[in-house]
């Protein structure tokens, strides 16, 4: 590969502008152990830096490219509907038209609003579900990353846990302890927890807010029963089922996670996909519970770019071709050949290291289970996580990018597979692996 030298000046140019270099903190490749390179350009599965250097993504900007990099017909859509206009912080057709794709083909979700990312869509569903239930405590578990307002930064996965010393410590200072005395923390996969916590604090208890496929302490992978157990006791005591549907939302199904395997939340939250890589998020469910916020009813949230017309365009683009297009086929696909490749080759690559590795998928999210040689667990809860495995990762991390391969910079992210890629690409990464695979004992 060529230099990174035009990367390395602008990284010296956001050391000085922003705090740590960056505008979200595991981008700054801390965990890693190197620069990070700067991005110019995407186009399908591919992106280029600022040096020119081409890396086949597996980020995809972390998740909300499922189409892979400037798909020409979100591309076209955007720029019409710039022409047009690009805000007006009004009532207008483009927000009807994502709005219905929603309501029309999730079941789950009988109204719904808009705002500006997963974190906004999060914050918002747990006032909705403070106000509507009168109560204010909210059961949150262990490893699961739900954005980053001040209730639920608590023992947070993402960049709360890249940067954590402690795996089991992952909070952000600068929250009032009167925030997260509302917060119950609770371990991922924990019936008896769970049971107990509804035992002492039922009537207390707003909501249970859930990734219901945990994909930011890695991807772990729940029982189903667990998921069934807390829609049992939410309905038992009053509390509402949220599910936080940011990354599986539209990537496991146009209906997600809930969709696929039949649950019913009251409440559920997007962002990510929804916006086709514009700020977007989302937050829906019955229309009993939604009709609590304001002006219909009490509950406040308001947003001056809300429905934004750009990023509805984007968005209604990219959903109407998962609707109507083989996307998910394609991708499935992909992740099998990824799946298979990964037990047939990268799997003997491994005999006689001191680590082993698991390849963790589900659709098209994945990651890599990092462990120690002779532990084949399927791991549920992030305190299973190997702690010598980041510096493994930051081995293959930096390997594969000086390769052309963008992966991950954190052990704890998951990868995105796009429509854009090929069966080729899926090869590079496996042939890749193997390569760096060989340079580690
Ligand atoms: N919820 C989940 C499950 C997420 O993965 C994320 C972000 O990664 C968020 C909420 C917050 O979304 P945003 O980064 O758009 O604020």
Redesign the pocket.
Known sequence: MSENEKSHEIWERSKKVFPGGVNSPVRAYQSVGREPIAIRSGKGAYITDEDGNNYLDFVNS??PLILGHSDPDVVVSITKQAALGTSFGAVTKYECDLGELIINNIPHVESVRFVN??????MSALRLARGYTERDKIIKFEG?????HDSMLVKAG?GLLTFSDDISESSSPGIPQSFSDNTIVLPLDDNDALTKAFATLGNEIAAVII?PLP??SGLLIQRKEFLQKIQELTAKHGSLFIM?E??NGFRLGFSGFAGKYGFIPDLV?Y??IIGGGLPV?AFGGKKEIMKHLSPEGKVYQAGTLSGNPLAMAAGTTVLKKLLNEDIYTKLNRLSNELGEKFDSRVKPALVGKSFSIDLVREESIFWLNIHANGNENEIRQVTQIWDKAPEIYAQIFRYMLQEGVHIAPSAYEVGFLSYAMESKDILTYIETLIEVIGTID
Do not use: L, M, P, R
């Open positions: 972390w998740g990312s997963g974190t906004e869509a999060v699961c990353y739900h954005g980053h993402s990734e994909a930011n936080d940011v990354i939250t962002g990510k998020g």
